[in-house]
């Protein structure tokens, strides 16, 4: 089943690529962003529950599909990038077992306990 999800991920990875390249920014951003937002990691100074809400708000594909939509509707091409680099994070990441997080420790996630 794992395999599965990481395929699964992988596709929506290859999606944010394919969605980046219409926009009118040079690919370099993209691999620049790409880790922008682990930025959520930074709540975890102030303890398991922050840390696990910031780092969700950073990793959760249904705010960067509405960022992305919203950018869309607005047409502002930066909240459109906003919401692809979210989106395509957020799926390299699950590519590799990181998942949303629960607030008992940044280990454990959605996709289960990371290092197991």
Request: proline share 2%; hydrophobic share 55%.
């Amino acid at each position: 089943m794992k395999n599965l999800i990481r395929l699964e991920e992988l596709a929506m990875f290859a999606l944010s690529i394919l969605l980046f390249a219409n926009l009118p920014f040079a690919w370099w951003w993209f691999l620049v962003l790409l880790l922008a937002p682990d930025i959520g990691m930074i709540g975890y100074a102030f303890g398991n529950k922050a840390g696990a809400f910031a780092y969700n708000l950073f990793h959760h594909k249904g705010i960067a599909i509405l960022i992305y939509s919203l950018g869309w509707w607005l047409s502002n091409d930066f909240m459109i990038c906003g919401g692809i680099i979210l989106f395509g994070h957020a799926s390299m990441d699950r590519i590799f077992g990181y998942g949303l997080k629960y607030e008992k420790g940044f280990k454990f996630t959605h996709l289960g306990e990371i290092g197991k």
